[in-house]
């Protein structure tokens, strides 16, 4: 018998003034997605002022919130919801109003010195905007501080009362303990050594569907792909580890998934939380997990991860640390190759994602933080028809960090990237060969990693998105002329997708339509990034 599902309430209206947020160092001009907000007296306060990154010198003018999305919110009895320390009439402090309702609010949207900039109420806000806009392949943009047109949004991501679905993660407070297993109970070890594949994989025969599979504190290694089965849910103690070990691994000419979920065109529960996935080298055929099941109708949200990392390389037990694969060591050969494809969600699939970090690593995690080459071939691929709900992120795999291929109705939300430190020597494609199978890009007008590629997709919305280049060949200054990459997120001109909240930093152009440039960095400089306000394709 099928455990009874968790509750998948979404979330409560706000009964006060929403909080503040508290900016500091890089975070000061993150993107911010507020979904709920909480009640805290006293308006929500953007402070204009900023550093600027003028023709490679930085000049100081305090610290201040660059860009703000908010969406989905309901603001109750407080005087100003948003104050900005200035007015402007350009670019200077982004923000983002969708879909907020507004409940004795007297200033919407005001002045530190009492100006009226929208004018508050018991009201709806559809979508307001300050910054610049911009439409297609037209470069320039225009300032606009108001009223814009409505977000577009697909309907299978949104919940009943029209707001983009939300699903706390799972907590299963109300279960019986008769109601979990646990896989050590059952043979698996954990240790980091022996081959827990088998052993694993009986627990998920046996069991899924009719107990919760618990995950004790431990690293199971499997060498060959575990399949979980629709109707499975798990949860991890302290990020669980699971990691690909082995030969059937090693081939990126003939990759191999580590755990498959679902089986193609399987429909059902799928919960996993508190999971980290990783992976032993050489690994350069792993594909980390390969995403299948879709929800059953009626149940929004019924598949998903909460709270688990993809941590490649970087740690003990991965056999890429410092020793190995150290930046300064000319050669590694095979040794630090972490993946060919971190995150696969097929075409049937669905997937409610949040805090899954899919993460190739940088440094030496467990050695001192000590700076390494791990090479990773890709991020997140996505050919889901949705919905898909993404509110996390990935960093410096090789060829790109999300790539939406064939994909629908899919909400971006609060997404962050680096590329890699390394690159462009070698150059994307390197050390990896695109594949055509996979619909990577071809990489004939980029040398760098692709933070968002965009290719024959429709309904995509992307609200809130950090892209970030710092270096050139693990040096930064590259910074001072803010052109540490030339192109950093590509829509091809058959796909439907919209931008709201976008910010850059050192990559010449924000936006290509084709591979071909459409939107400067040097139009749009916002402090710290670089901040496009709205951008979609017609």
């Known amino acids: 018998m099928e455990p009874t599902p968790p509750n998948t309430e979404t979330r409560a209206d706000a009964d006060d003034a929403p909080k503040k947020l508290r900016d500091k160092n890089r975070e000061s001009t993150r993107s911010t997605q507020l979904q709920l907000l909480k009640a805290h007296p006293g308006p929500h306060n953007i402070n204009c002022s900023k550093h600027h990154r003028q023709q490679g010198k930085q000049r100081e003018q305090g610290d201040g919130v660059g860009a703000e999305a908010i969406v989905d919110a309901v603001v109750t009895n407080t005087p100003v919801f948003v104050r900005f320390s200035a007015s402007t009439s350009s670019l200077s402090g982004s923000l983002v109003l969708n879909n907020v309702k507004l409940n004795n609010v007297s200033t919407a949207v005001g002045i530190i010195d009492g100006t009226t900039v929208l004018t508050g109420g018991t009201t709806m806000i559809d979508t307001w905007v300050q910054g610049n806009v911009y439409t297609g392949t037209d470069p320039v943009g225009k300032f606009v501080q108001g009223y814009t047109t409505s977000i577009p949004k697909a309907p299978s991501l949104l919940d009943n009362s029209g707001r983009i679905f939300g699903k706390t993660r799972p907590t299963y407070a109300d279960y019986a303990v008769s109601q979990f297993v646990s896989v050590k109970s059952y043979g698996a070890t954990g240790d980091g050594n022996t081959d827990d594949t088998a052993a694993l994989q009986s627990v998920f025969d046996n069991f899924a569907g009719c107990k919760i599979i618990y995950f004790d504190a431990g690293t199971y290694i499997v060498s060959s792909t575990l399949t979980i089965p629709a109707g499975t849910q798990i949860v991890g103690e302290a990020w669980s580890s699971i990691m690909g070990s082995g030969s059937a691994f090693t081939n990126q000419n003939n990759p191999q998934v580590v755990v498959r979920v679902g089986t193609s065109g399987s429909t059902g529960v799928a919960e996993i939380s508190s999971l980290l996935f990783t992976t032993r080298a050489p690994a350069n055929g792993a594909i980390v997990v390969e995403w299948n099941v879709h929800e059953p109708a009626g149940q929004q949200g019924a598949t998903g991860m909460w709270d688990s990392l993809f941590r490649l390389g970087g740690a003990a037990g991965t056999n890429m640390q410092a020793d190995a694969c150290a930046s300064t060591i000319p050669d590694t050969g095979d040794n630090c190759f972490a993946e060919f494809l971190g995150l696969h ?173 459409i939107v400067s960095a040097s139009a749009n400089p916002n402090g710290f990034a670089d901040t496009v306000t709205v951008w979609t394709l017609s």
């Open 345 to 517: 969600l097929t075409s049937g699939s669905s997937a409610y994602l949040e805090g899954t970090w899919v993460w190739l690593t940088d440094h030496d995690v467990d050695g001192g933080g000590t700076q390494t080459t791990v090479y990773g071939g890709r991020g997140i691929l996505s050919e889901s028809q949705g919905p898909v709900w993404m509110i996390g992120t990935a960093e410096h795999h090789v060829l790109y960090e999300y790539n939406l291929a064939g994909a629908s109705d899919h909400y971006m939300g609060l997404i962050q990237t680096e590329t890699p430190y390394f690159q462009p020597d070698p150059s994307a494609p390197a050390p990896f060969i695109s594949s055509a199978a996979y619909h990577d890009p071809v990489f004939n007008s980029s040398t760098d990693a692709w933070a968002l590629y965009v290719q024959h997709s429709n309904n995509i919305l992307v609200f809130g998105a950090g892209l970030y280049s710092f270096y050139q060949d693990y040096v930064t200054n590259c910074e001072d002329t803010g052109d540490c990459q030339m192109r950093i997120l590509n829509v091809d001109s058959s796909s439907s997708a919209s931008i709201f909240s976008l910010s850059t930093v050192d990559s010449v152009y924000q936006i290509d339509v084709d591979e071909n440039g």
